[in-house]
């Protein structure tokens, strides 16, 4: 009896401890208080001072924030640094010609000479982290008014910030963690001469495109190669050609060894944004009202430019990239709503509140203190819902008519004449005119007149009377409540649908023509409707979420006090995390399991010949075809193109270094798998799983495909004995 009940009770713990295992994203500088034992369960063979230390060369030190949006790693005693494919698309195709297509084509550097600057482009490097909450939240006391509040903490951040140690070419942030209830500094190094050193073509690069965006088992050659140059001194710099390579302070040695279900992955990055502790109330307004209406949107957007671009090659290429970045969010918020489903994560979450409330009640002072919360968490929740449900609707609509943003770029220079003289407007006018031929390089009218007629439709039909301004109205009522009608009349009348007209007006006469477009009938439309919309729609919602956020706050603080057996980890606010687990298939439905590593055979199952989005170049066939694969091969002799992991991760992550057990590069995380992408709210292990491009894959490529066999000497390239994962059958 006694034997029966304690194995229950290890077995509890053990569930316990094992539901805990993967989640979160977290502070480097607290692994060794937090995580290190966990870690070191799930395979860690390195300690929490190699990931992080402040007094020697630890993995941190080769972890770079890429462009602000995305991860990459250092990878060789020269700055060369590793990202995703995906985050310097941008930079590559600015970078391409039609005669030098590298998106296209590919390209790879073959000594420092050839390799290209690219302007704009920065990294970050995290040099320390340090806690000042007690600094920051210093004065602070529980009965003042938000504002209050506020401003003593900002005072507190802005003395922080001045007295921090750094060196005169470092900078210093403060982020608020825990919803509020702690700060960190962050004293950073960024570089801003980034030259660009090789991509595979986008046919390996972005092999599958948005059919497999999303979607494990993944063939994805997800990544690019770029170069950090420093001055004579090591230290950032702006671009000149006087500058030299960097020298990292510790760079990531690379994995040939790869590893195999069961064994330990680690991902280091900068994930953007997370909502692990809403309450239900407000997941289920995200998650099954938000998203729906949004997806519903952009499913119209997604088919008009969609059957346009299957119609025409010139408006493929056009469209190409406005697409992607649509149908990105898209696909995740759909994988949202039915992961939230299939996981059961609302009963979950209400299931944790239910033991937060029983707690709360059988303790006086924290019923006191926190009794309330969660009622006026629902209350404000159910108050934001309608107003976020019709900002939602406004946002969509307007923001995916093209010729709005026209419309909103020409109005700031207005709004600047207005409020500061037509000299302040002028001096905007470069930049306006740069924006323009941007713009109107990747502009149809005829997609946009559809875009303008849908869309227009839902917004009469869904934006709440009080945010249609009578402009609006009105001209929809003079043309019988007609969106075709209106779109006709619009955009026979407008000057801005056609590109020559507009430009060629602004450059011959600046002053006239901003006159000129004043009275533009879709200038007019687009002030009215925004003018409104912002003041009875964002607006509001914005001064809810700061109400909610204070809650949020106090929830937060709540669970900490009330939970304190949960490890709870900080949200994402795209600072340095460290998320780890394990590589581990799943099953994504019922009777399927998915296999944890894909294969370059598989990339050859999926290749259609001439497709847009699964070609394969004809070197890679070839490769393929002779089994010339170098060292880049498993025990199988294989090539490994892509795995899995339980860590936990979200946007922002891309290009993040995945690490094995002794803290090699194993590969670069890229993506999420669609059915665990509700990890953003509600992290289930059964179903949450990181996807990650096998750093064999990409020394392959380079080597054997991109003839770059130079870059990856310039590698550490290492080999570890084999580790004692859970085996599965090949
Ligand atoms: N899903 C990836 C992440 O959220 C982006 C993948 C980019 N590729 C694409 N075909 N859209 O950013
Ligand atoms: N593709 C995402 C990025 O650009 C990463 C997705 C994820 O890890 O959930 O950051």
Redesign the pocket.
């Known amino acids: 009896m006694t034997k029966k009940l304690l194995l229950g009770v290890v077995l509890c713990f053990m569930a316990a401890a094992r539901v805990q295992a993967d989640e979160g994203m977290w502070l480097p500088l607290l692994l060794q208080q937090l995580n290190e034992p966990q870690m070191k369960k799930l395979g860690m063979k390195i300690s929490a001072d190699d990931i992080y230390s402040i007094n020697k060369g630890s993995l941190k030190d080769a972890v770079i924030s890429f462009g602000g949006g995305?991860t990459g790693g250092v990878v060789s005693a020269q700055g060369l640094l590793l990202t995703n494919h995906?985050c310097g698309h941008g930079r590559i195709q600015a970078l391409s010609s039609p005669e030098k297509n590298y998106l296209a084509d590919g390209f790879w550097a073959q000594s420092f000479n050839d390799e290209l600057p690219v302007p704009g482009l920065f990294v970050t490097f995290i040099v320390r982290i340090e806690d000042v909450s007690k600094a920051a939240l210093e004065g602070v006391v529980s009965n003042m008014s938000e504002r209050e509040r506020q401003s003593i903490i900002d005072k507190n951040l802005e003395a922080i910030r001045n007295n921090a140690a750094r060196e005169s070419w470092q900078n210093v942030q403060i982020r608020p963690f825990y919803e509020g209830n702690q700060y960190y500094l962050f004293v950073t190094e960024t570089f801003n001469d980034v030259r660009f050193v090789g991509a595979p073509p986008e046919s390996i690069g972005n092999f599958g495109d948005d059919t497999d965006n999303w979607v494990w088992p993944r063939h994805t050659g997800d990544f690019s190669v770029f170069r950090i140059y420093a001055d004579k001194n090591n230290r950032p710099a702006p671009y000149s050609a006087d500058n030299v390579p960097y020298r990292p302070r510790y760079f990531l040695p690379v994995s040939l060894s790869g590893v195999k279900e069961g064994d330990f992955a680690m991902i280091y990055g900068f994930p953007g944004r997370t909502n692990l502790y809403l309450p239900a109330v407000a997941v289920d307004m995200q998650v099954n009202v938000l998203n729906p209406i949004r997806v519903g949107i952009r499913d119209q957007i997604l088919a008009i430019m969609g059957e346009a671009m299957r119609a025409n090659p010139e408006i493929k290429l056009q469209y190409t990239a406005k697409q992607a970045g649509i149908a990105n969010a898209w696909k995740k918020w759909i994988g949202e709503t039915q992961g939230l489903k299939r996981t059961n994560g609302l009963e979950e979450i209400r299931r944790r509140e239910a033991e937060f409330k029983r707690r709360v009640a059988a303790n006086p002072a924290w019923n006191t203190a926190y009794g309330n919360l969660l009622p006026e968490l629902e209350r404000a929740y159910a108050e934001l819902s309608p107003l976020a449900s019709a900002r939602d609707y406004f946002n969509e609509t307007t923001r995916g008519i093209e010729i709005f943003r026209v419309a909103s770029f020409v109005e700031s220079a207005l709004n600047l004449h207005d409020t500061q003289g037509p000299d302040a407007a002028k001096a905007r006018s470069g930049q306006l005119i740069g924006f323009l031929k941007n713009f109107y390089q990747n502009y149809r009218e005829e997609i946009d007149r559809r875009l303008f007629e849908r869309l227009m439709a839902i917004y009469f039909d869904k934006v709440p009377a009080e945010a249609q301004p009578e402009y609006a109205t009105k001209l929809y009522q003079s043309h019988n409540r007609s969106a075709t009608a209106l779109t006709g009349d619009i955009y026979s009348s407008t000057m801005l649908a056609d590109p020559g007209k507009a430009l060629h007006m602004l450059e011959t006469d600046w002053d006239k023509a901003l006159e000129t477009l004043r009275q533009d009938p879709v200038l007019k439309l687009f002030r009215a409707i925004n003018q409104l919309g912002v003041e009875k729609l964002q607006r509001p919602v914005s001064a809810q979420q700061e109400q909610i956020a204070a809650l949020q706050r106090q929830y937060m603080a709540a669970l900490m006090a009330v939970f304190p057996e949960r490890r709870l980890p900080p949200d994402a606010n795209a600072t340095l995390r460290v998320s780890y687990g394990q590589v581990q298939g799943y099953k994504p439905r019922d009777a399927v399991r998915y296999e944890p590593i894909t294969y370059l055979d598989g990339v050859m199952e999926k290749y259609k010949p001439g497709d847009y989005e699964f070609d394969v170049p004809e070197k890679l066939r070839q490769l393929y075809a002779n089994k010339d694969f170098g060292r880049y091969v498993d025990a199988t002799g294989r090539v490994p193109v892509a795995f899995i992991s339980t860590a936990h991760?979200?946007?922002?992550?891309?290009g993040s270094p995945t690490l094995d057990a002794r803290g090699n590069l194993i590969g670069l995380?890229?993506?999420?798998a669609w059915e665990g992408?509700i990890s953003d709210y509600y992290f289930s292990e059964e179903i949450n799983r990181?996807i990650i491009v096998d750093v064999r894959y990409i020394l392959f490529v380079m080597d054997k495909f991109g003839g770059a066999g130079h870059l990856v000497n310039e590698m550490k390239v290492v080999t570890t004995p084999p580790s004692k994962g859970k085996k599965h059958k090949a």
Request: proline share 0%; aromatic share 8%.
């Open positions: 995305c995906h991760t979200t946007g922002g992550n891309s995380l890229f993506d999420g992408v990181s």
